[in-house]
């Protein structure tokens, strides 16, 4: 079974700085797509990046980007020049190619510090 | 585009009664719509896997006699928490997607309390 991990409950960043959140996972599956969603306190789910795992390329959305690692089953966000409206619950997510359902990170809980 | 909607955002029951939560696909066709649960500072748990036409798909330990789903449309599905109590106020998010390709569009979410 594929599971997720996010080691990191809760996370502080400097406004303008830079922040990493990490992830886990584990999967069989030799194709598959990852994805980063936040959760800000309005509770509304917003996509902030996807990953399909065939792809080498790290992907990047603005000042969001990925560090893919397939041998190490690692992908991790990098936040950068964080802004104060980047302070959300971050949710790690993975699901398989075909008909895959989502499976979530335990999330990180990301502030912002003026 | 791929808007989602859910309704209503948040509703006040009395223990035993039923409700029921909308989800819609506003501008694309859904085959696939998902139903979620979220407890406070909690990941989401998915609840059941909805295909338009057919019936609902559930997670281990969710009760398909308590938590009836609808997919009637391509742009339309339904829960319904029936004779509701106390212990199942939570947060309630529906997803939808078009195809398996593509990634899934959350609703705004309901805040379900049960008095």
């Known amino acids: 079974a594929q599971t997720v991990t996010q080691s990191q409950p809760e996370m502080s960043v400097q406004e303008a700085e830079t922040v990493t959140l990490s992830c886990t996972y584990d999967?069989?599956?030799?194709?598959?797509?990852l994805f980063w969603y936040k959760q800000p306190p309005s509770r509304q789910m917003i996509l902030v990046i996807r990953?399909?795992?065939?792809?080498?390329q790290n992907a990047t959305e603005n000042r969001f980007s990925v560090n893919f690692q397939k041998a190490a089953k690692s992908f991790s966000l990098k936040i950068s020049d964080s802004q104060l409206g980047d302070a959300a619950m971050y949710f790690c997510a993975y699901s398989r190619i075909q008909g895959g359902k989502l499976i979530f990170g335990q999330g990180t809980e990301l502030s912002v510090k003026p | 585009g791929a808007v989602v909607s859910q309704h209503p955002s948040w509703v006040i029951c009395k223990s035993g009664t039923s409700v029921k939560i909308e989800c819609r696909s506003l501008d694309f066709q859904a085959t696939t719509m998902f139903w979620y649960r979220q407890f406070p500072k909690q990941s989401l748990m998915l609840m059941a896997t909805s295909n338009e036409g057919s019936k609902a798909t559930y997670e281990q330990g969710v009760e398909k006699d308590k938590f009836l789903i609808n997919h009637a449309s391509l742009t339309l599905s339904t829960l319904t928490v029936t004779s509701a109590h106390p212990e199942d106020s939570s947060f309630y998010i529906c997803?939808?997607?078009?195809?398996?390709?593509?990634?899934?569009?959350f609703g705004d979410g309901t805040r379900l309390s049960i008095l």
């Open positions: 999967t069989s599956e030799s194709d598959y797509y």
């Open positions: 990953q399909e795992a065939y792809k080498q």
């Open positions: 997803s939808a997607r078009k195809d398996s390709n593509q990634p899934q569009h």
